[in-house]
């Protein structure tokens, strides 16, 4: 009989849990897929006693996932913990040190660690597995590294925080705030522990780092990652886009040009009719740009149980059946140090500002733009009873740089109240 792959699962939470279930309901067709046994030896998580819905009596149990990392009787560490410091990274550590391949869900270290982490596991001629990290269910991360691997890839853009989608789609389809539906999250427990990871835009930048790093065969650089949160759109930003023909999107978007490697995460316009726009609820969707396959579309569940665990275990799998690529998709020594561009590549943008009711104020604002080099495509201004009268202003195409310029300008006469809200159109 064909030896067992043995794992050991560090982390017993919804994922965790998740691939126990896989492993016991599927046994004999994980079997027949891979010709070997897939098995758990043992498991880690900090407290033994908590109710997990399963029982676990039948695995070893280590209260130090380190200690899980070393055994002996495990082959692959399978790290579900999250955090990119403290016991997930020194349980991954530890792991390639003794000859262990790795799977893990865990976006943030590997966004931040990842080219340190890739280089010790090339150099113990071990791998690490991540597809459950980005875009839960969808196998992003293997159409990257193999489906498309004869491709230049030209873009990669997504939606990829299905808490951000839930609360912009919920905006149109529920006439509620912003507020209304953090506060509504929070309650069916879609955000994290620290809110902002999802809402400022974190949880998805570490997503985009890695899709870039694969995309352009570059060092993963989260830092180089502009993050942008929804906090500030209101339902007057979700009429107007409507309006428009668009509607808004937490949008993450990596391309390379002479300028250097793009990465942003930030509300943006895409058109309504397009598959990013008519994307709805938690859902999450990657598009992904080449020279000989134009334009791929990936859509599918973004969390949860079930799709986070089905991607833990299509690596486990690959593992099971010999396949070893590395982390990034080519070995870490060749990935380069990408400069990050300094300012995007043009487009249209859309300004939302307040405009207090003084003589000549309208004037004053399609001067500054035009100072600063912003050419105004459309302008919209609502009738109000209030002193300050909403502006719209859809701009011609202009790099970032030249718009928070003018919006400095903006920000500092006497007719604008409060910062103007400034959304990229991106054209999909």
């Not at 990652?225 to 309006?243: K, S, T």
């Amino acid at each position: 009989m064909t030896e067992p792959l043995r794992l050991g699962i560090a982390g017993l939470g919804t994922v965790g849990i998740g691939v126990v279930k896989i492993i016991r309901r599927h046994a004999a067709l994980l079997e027949a897929r891979t010709g070997r046994p897939v098995v758990i030896s043992a498991v880690s998580a900090r407290d033994a006693s908590k109710d997990r819905g399963i029982s676990l009596s039948g695995y070893a149990w280590e209260t130090d996932p380190v200690a899980l990392a070393v055994r002996d009787d495990v082959d692959v560490f399978v790290e579900l913990m999250g955090g990119h410091e403290g016991a997930a990274k020194a349980a991954t550590e530890a792991a390639l040190a003794a000859g262990k391949d790795v799977v893990t869900a865990n976006k943030a270290l590997l966004a931040i660690h990842g080219q340190a982490l890739a280089e010790q596991a090339e150099a113990a001629g071990r791998v690490i597995r991540f597809e459950a990290a980005v875009a839960g269910g969808i196998p992003v991360i293997k159409s990257l590294t193999e489906g498309l691997a004869g491709n230049e890839i030209t873009r990669v853009m997504g939606v990829m925080n299905g808490t951000c989608n839930y609360i912009l789609t919920q905006m149109q389809a529920t006439e509620q705030g912003y507020n209304a539906l953090f506060e509504e999250c929070g309650r069916l427990g879609y955000l994290e522990a620290d809110p902002n990871l999802d809402v400022g835009g974190i949880d998805a930048g570490h997503k985009l780092a890695l899709l870039a790093s694969i995309a352009f065969g570059t060092k993963p650089d989260f830092d180089s990652v502009q993050l942008e949160g929804i906090q500030r759109i209101q339902l007057a930003d979700i009429h107007a886009a409507a309006d428009m023909g668009y509607r808004i999107k937490l949008l993450g978007v990596a391309q390379r040009s002479a300028r250097g490697l793009e990465q942003r995460m930030s509300p943006c316009l895409v058109p309504a009719d397009s598959p990013l726009g008519q994307l709805e609820g938690g859902t999450n969707m990657v598009v992904i740009e080449g020279d000989s396959i134009e334009q791929v579309v990936l859509r599918g569940p973004g969390a949860g149980e079930g799709p986070t665990a089905s991607a833990v275990m299509g690596d486990v799998l690959d593992l099971a059946r010999g396949l070893r690529i590395s982390t990034f998709g080519q070995p870490a020594g060749t990935l380069q140090e990408a400069p990050a561009a300094q300012t995007g590549l043009p487009a249209p943008f859309y300004l939302r500002m307040g405009l207090l009711d003084k003589p000549g104020a309208l004037a004053k604002v399609a001067a500054i733009l035009g100072e600063a080099g912003v050419s105004i495509d459309r302008m919209r201004q609502y009738g109000h009873s209030e002193p300050v009268a909403p502006v719209l202003i859809v701009t011609h195409k202009c790099t970032r740089a030249t718009l928070d310029a003018a919006l400095d300008g903006l920000s500092a006469t006497d007719v604008v109240d409060g910062t103007p809200v400034a959304l990229r159109i991106e054209e999909v």
